[in-house]
C-alpha cells in the first residue's frame, strides 16, 4: 500500500536513505498487531508490532524497516534491514542491517554488513556471515 512518494513517511525517514529506506509496499501501523509468520516481498515498514517470524521472499530489491515505535518479537531474516525499534530475537540479513540510534535488540545479529549509530542498544552477538546466507529456515 503505497503513499504517494514520502507525504507520510518524509518525517521519519532515517538518515540511512542509502538503504531505499523511502521503498515501502506495505505498512503495519501503531495500532496493528500481528500474531504469525510474515512473509513480504519488496518494502515493509513496521510502526506496530509483530510477534512471529518476518521473512523476505529472498528478492534482491526487499527491505525491512522497523520504525522507532515497531516491536518484533521473533526471528527476522530479510536481504536488507533498517531498524530503529524493538527486536526480541535473532535477525538475520543476506545483504545489510543499518541499526539506528533507537534500535534496541535483544538477541543475535547475523550479517554480511554492519552499520550502527552511536545510541543502539545490542544485547547479544555480532555474527559476520562470509558465506552467502540463506533468508528462509
Known sequence: NSVGG??????????????????????????VVIQG????SG???IEGKVVGKVLSNNSADSILTLAPEGSVDGEI???KAIIS???LGDVYSSER?????S???QGNIHYKLLE???GAMVSGQLIHDTKNSETHS
Do not use: H, P, W
Open 77 to 79: 531474516r530479510v536481504t
Open 37 to 40: 509468520d510474515l512473509i513480504f
Open 116 to 118: 550502527i549509530t552511536a
Open 85 to 87: 525499534g524493538r527486536l
Open 6 to 31: 514520502t507525504s507520510m513517511l518524509g518525517n521519519k525517514k532515517t538518515r540511512l536513505s542509502a538503504l531505499e529506506s523511502d521503498k515501502v509496499e506495505t505498512i503495519i501501523g501503531k495500532d
Open 103 to 105: 534500535a534496541q535488540i
Open 97 to 101: 542491517i543499518a541499526l539506528t540510534e
Open 43 to 45: 518494502g515493509l515498514y
